[in-house]
């Protein structure tokens, strides 16, 4: 018999063998807790310890802490004031001369040339690590004067246009409680946080709310409550609010935001369709504001409902 009739056919069960043999590989699942960790390798050593108990998705800090995020769905209690951010130490982040302290302290410094003054906002805009709210892909441009996607055709705000209008609201006054319509990745709504006692922010999109959430987790930031809403209805249950600032353009500001505002407050809000502009409105009485036209602008529309 030749070698050929020895080795074939091949026997049956030298095939099942081998079938038995393979082994199968699933693939990683990707959750919220992931990133939440990824992003907690990249803090010091001090945050990292303090953050290393709050990966639940509910949001919570821990048994004797009051839970960091609540919905509106949920009955909300008045927090008890707090220091802002500010007071507290920078954060650092990814060890990468692209988004290093230096890089953001250009992206500060180029801000300021642009006209925004107010050294508590731009102290702000220096203490957030901007790149952590992107992709990481994106996070290499995350200190150019840009704004960038974030995803469900939605963007990240660039710097000088947040510093500009938080400058506006606060208007060089103490912001005790503050309104933000359009949480997106949660970037302004931390810098906001460094400037005011206390800050809500209302988000209409399901998976943006979830992925703040995840961004601001590991940042611990005590005086910042995120809301999944419609944001044209505002937060009438935390109202008043001394200040109001939009994060999307409608044709005018709404009448419920309005009403919200404090006696005294200042809304800021991009206004317009294709031709946009920043729109400063003062509450001076009960039933009266008065509304100033500032610098051109550009947005994404401002919708209602919830998705």
């Known amino acids: 018999m030749t070698d050929k009739n020895r080795r074939f056919p091949l026997p049956l069960s030298s095939v099942v063998d ?113 790149h952590m709210f992107m992709e990481e892909g994106l996070s290499s441009q995350a200190y150019i004067d840009a704004s960038l996607p974030i995803g469900h055709h939605q963007t990240i705000s660039q710097p000088y246009i947040v510093a500009r209008m938080i400058e506006l609201m606060r208007n060089g006054g103490q912001l005790k409680r503050v309104l933000e319509i359009g949480t997106g990745c949660g970037y302004q709504a931390a810098v906001l946080a460094c400037v ?38 505002g937060l009438p249950q935390a109202a008043p609010f001394d200040g109001i600032i939009l994060a999307a353009a409608g044709l005018e500001v709404p009448q419920a935001l309005l009403e919200q505002l404090a006696i005294g407050g200042r809304l800021v809000a991009p206004v317009g ?29 401002l919708r209602a409902g919830t998705v």
């Open 18 to 130: 081998q079938g038995h043999k393979k082994a199968t590989v699933s693939a990683p699942i990707v959750r919220p807790q992931t990133a939440t960790q990824n992003a907690a390798r990249h803090l010091p050593q001090p945050l990292r310890s303090a953050s290393s108990g709050n990966t639940s998705s509910s949001g919570n800090t821990g048994a004797s802490k009051p839970p960091l995020f609540h919905s509106q769905s949920h009955t909300h209690a008045q927090p008890r004031p707090v220091q802002p951010v500010a007071s507290q130490p920078v954060m650092n982040q990814r060890q990468s001369p692209l988004v290093s302290d230096a890089v953001r302290r250009a992206m500060v410094q180029r801000v300021a040339k642009q006209g925004v003054q107010d050294s508590v906002v731009l102290a702000a805009l220096e203490s957030v690590p901007r």
């Open 196 to 233: 005011a006692q206390e800050v809500y922010s209302i988000e209409r999109i399901k998976p943006l709310h979830e992925l703040a959430k995840v961004n601001l987790r590991p940042l611990r930031v005590p005086n910042l409550r995120l809301h999944y809403g419609d944001g044209m209805l």
């Open 273 to 301: 369709a294709r031709a946009q502009h920043l729109e400063l409105i003062t509450r001076t009485g009960k039933a009266e504001w008065t509304s100033e036209t500032l610098e051109d602008c550009h947005f994404v529309p």
